[in-house]
């Protein structure tokens, strides 16, 4: 009821699934919008309990994909009902080379009105090869380490290991600005972040 009083995503933030408030943000954005039941695709789930989707799903009737490579579908069965068709869950490892694949296989390739991204890896390059406008609202995690200034990513390396790559364990995924230019290119609007830092919000350009 308080949402039209908002002056910025901050003031809407709140965690029940998400790790840090993008359940409040992403519930905020979905209702400006007036999207009641949204169909989302979230990449870089872990076993779904901490994700930025798992709150739309049960709070509402939304539909989506999810996917991650460390996903255990059976123990997953057990907390959401798979069998009803809500939700399609894909154990795999996504890269640039097969994303567009893996969502045009599941018909995910347009009408999404969330799209989430953190793999804390090559984000920058499966970004890339996204369709324009892919969704309506777009959350991506951002290394913050990167700082403000900066136009960088880590290279587009197949399987992608970030505690291999470096042994800080810190250098993964694209800096803010980074983010942010690829998305101006995709046709989305930069909103803002989350208090901590590390998750961007976009809405496409024609909202």
Known sequence: KKYFQYTSINDAEF??????????????????????????????TEDYNEANTRFIYESSNAKGMIIDDSLNLK?????????KGRIIA????????????????NKFLDNIDLFSLD????????LKELPEK????????????FGPNLEITTPNIKNFNRTKYHYSNLCWGMS??????????????FLGVNQLKNNAFFIVDDL
């Open 15 to 44: 965690k029940v699934f998400s790790q840090n408030g993008e359940d409040g943000i992403i519930d905020f954005l979905l209702n400006r919008a007036s999207i009641e039941n949204p169909r989302f695709v979230e990449i870089g």
């Open 75 to 83: 123990e997953l069965s057990k907390e959401i009902d798979l069998w």
């Open 90 to 105: 894909l154990k795999e490892k996504v890269g640039s080379e097969n994303i567009k694949l893996i969502l045009e296989k």
């Open 119 to 126: 793999i804390d890896g090559i984000d920058y390059w499966i």
């Open 134 to 145: 892919i969704s309506k609202i777009f959350v991506a995690e951002f290394n913050p380490v």
């Open 176 to 189: 803010l600005k980074a983010l942010i230019n690829m998305m101006n290119y995709k046709g989305f609007i």
